[in-house]
């Protein structure tokens, strides 16, 4: 017995190929190669092309929610969060290990070393991308697609009246004084 294939979004498969391109030429310029300039990340104020990879993997993420909660809307609330909630942290552990394992190192020359879980980056791209899935996703449950809408524009608002008058700074959108780093730093500490 074949288990039948769930239809496919052909776009966003080609979406998410072509993301996963960019990241490659992004992230592996050569052997000793230096990275081609305009794949830089921006230093703050500006925008590259290596700057459009992660809001294209939230993006698809974003996408094909409502195809993969199609798929257990027969299922309990309580079920689906379960689900979504196991697929989160499934994301945040694996981007977590992935943090952690390219930090080996050789020690003296005799040994491998890790640097200790306690001076790992908490919150890289596959955790922030785990958190992002999660927020959507359970957001998508409760309310329609114009509830939705609304609620991602009030948040966009809201953030922009945070970032720019909830800073001391005299540049609310500085690298150094808006408040979104005040709050990481507070919460997390300093960048590692």
Same mark, same amino acid.
């Given at each position: 017995?074949?288990?039948?294939?769930?239809?496919?979004?052909?776009?966003?498969?080609?979406?998410?190929?072509?993301?996963?391109?960019?990241?490659?030429? $992004?992230?592996?310029?050569?052997?000793?190669?230096?990275?081609?300039?305009?794949?830089?990340?921006?230093?703050?104020?500006?925008?590259?092309?290596?700057?459009?990879?992660?809001?294209?993997?939230?993006?698809? $993420?974003?996408?094909?929610?409502?195809?993969?909660?199609?798929?257990?809307?027969?299922?309990?609330?309580?079920?689906?969060?379960?689900?979504?909630?196991?697929?989160?942290?499934?994301?945040?552990?694996?981007?977590?290990?992935?943090?952690?394992?390219?930090?080996?190192?050789?020690?003296?020359?005799?040994?491998?070393?890790? $640097?200790?879980?306690?001076?790992?980056?908490?919150?890289? $791209?596959?955790?922030?991308?785990?958190?992002?899935?999660?927020?959507?996703?359970?957001?998508?449950?409760?309310?329609?697609?114009?509830?939705?809408?609304?609620?991602?524009?009030?948040?966009?608002?809201?953030?922009?009246?945070?970032?720019?008058?909830?800073?001391?700074?005299?540049?609310?959108?500085?690298?150094?004084?808006?408040?979104?780093?005040?709050?990481?730093?507070?919460?997390?500490?300093?960048?590692?």
């Amino acid at each position: 017995m074949t288990k039948e294939l769930k239809p496919r979004l052909v776009s966003l498969d080609v979406f998410r190929g072509m993301t996963i391109f960019l990241m490659i030429i $992004v992230n592996t310029p050569g052997a000793g190669a230096e990275p081609y300039a305009p794949l830089l990340h921006a230093e703050w104020h500006g925008l590259t092309l290596t700057d459009l990879v992660f809001p294209s993997f939230l993006f698809a $993420v974003g996408t094909a929610i409502p195809f993969a909660g199609s798929t257990l809307t027969k299922l309990s609330n309580r079920t689906r969060i379960l689900k979504i909630l196991r697929r989160t942290i499934l994301i945040f552990l694996i981007g977590y290990f992935l943090n952690w394992y390219t930090s080996m190192h050789w020690v003296e020359g005799r040994h491998i070393g890790f $640097v200790p879980i306690n001076r790992l980056r908490i919150l890289g $791209v596959l955790q922030r991308i785990a958190l992002c899935y999660f927020i959507a996703a359970v957001l998508s449950i409760y309310f329609k697609t114009k509830q939705l809408v609304w609620i991602s524009a009030i948040l966009l608002l809201a953030y922009w009246l945070l970032l720019r008058w909830g800073s001391e700074s005299a540049d609310p959108y500085s690298i150094l004084g808006n408040l979104a780093r005040r709050i990481d730093v507070a919460i997390i500490g300093e960048p590692r």
